[in-house]
């Protein structure tokens, strides 16, 4: 995906910054261990002087002294290890911590821009930071089952709201722990209000937590990027065919509130377009919507409702409207 350079330039200086952080973090918890445990300094000294006595017996052709230095640093990091533990640290703990392990926070895996730099592209291009925060508030963590009533039966599923949202919540993970080998797409449906927004964020995060892109967008703006795509000049129908190609490319794109937008034959090509194509790439998608699966029937073209019916898992949700239990 094109980027602007002032974009490009951000990411470099983020990937710096966690660098520098994860440096910061490693000297302060040395600080601390060096001071609760002087033997651990005396091994790190030891390896330092090994190093170079090393290096200068390499100069001289001394082939040895490679296999030597290997020899005292292995045996330095059990030491290591050992100590810390005795005294109840963790065995990395004198080790940098990266916030993405594959890449060590380069933001590359050899010649290859990581899954890492791929989402802060995302990030930067979509106007991510909303989703950053929704999921820091909506995962699985905070999801509560209190919101869903057990005292009656809903006719359509023969199931209590508590009991469906349940089944729900289990067919999510599931989707969430196969996504790897097991390309999907889910269609979340039902009244406003009953959560289907909050489940597709708690999957975003999860998949997000994996190293897998993620896009979320509403319908509307969804659509004013098609559009964008499609009628756009100049400039800006540069930057929508980049994003463009990143939504039908993306291991997954949320469709969030499908049936807010306004409703043509221009929508209802762009989305047959859109299902189709990441269908054929097998890339996953999922969609939110208040509509029945009647009204999708009945606003959308046959062939976007047909693609939806025989490829997505359908996920009907019940209940109240949990924003105005929470008033109350």
Known sequence: MALKNYQYNKILRDYDNRQLEAKHELDTRMEEAYGKIPALKEIDDEIVTCAISSAKEMLTGNEDALDTLKQVAGSAEKKRAALLKANGYPEDFLKLHYQCPDCRDTGYIGNEKCHCFKQAIVDIVYSQSNMKEAIGRENFNTFSLDYYDETYVEP??????????????????????????????????????????FLANCIAKELLDKAFTVIYLTAFQLFDILEKNKFGRGE????????????????????????????????????????????????????????????????????VFSRIASNFTLLKIIGEDIRLKKLF
């Not at 939504?247 to 937008?261: F, K, M, R, S, V």
């Open 236 to 303: 800006d129908n540069f930057e929508s065919q980049s994003q463009f190609e990143y939504i039908l490319d993306c291991n997954l794109l949320i469709i969030d509130d499908l049936g807010t937008e306004l409703n043509n034959s221009f929508v209802n090509v762009q989305l047959y377009l859109c299902i189709n194509e990441r269908l054929l790439r097998n890339k996953s998608t999922i969609i939110s919507t208040n509509l029945s699966l009647d009204n999708i029937n009945s606003l959308y073209s046959e062939r």
């Open 156 to 197: 359509s599923l023969n199931m209590t709201p508590r009991e469906n949202i349940i089944r729900v919540v289990k067919e999510c993970k599931s989707y969430i722990d196969n996504f790897d080998t097991a390309k999907g797409n889910l269609l979340l449906y039902g009244n406003t209000g009953v959560g289907k927004t």
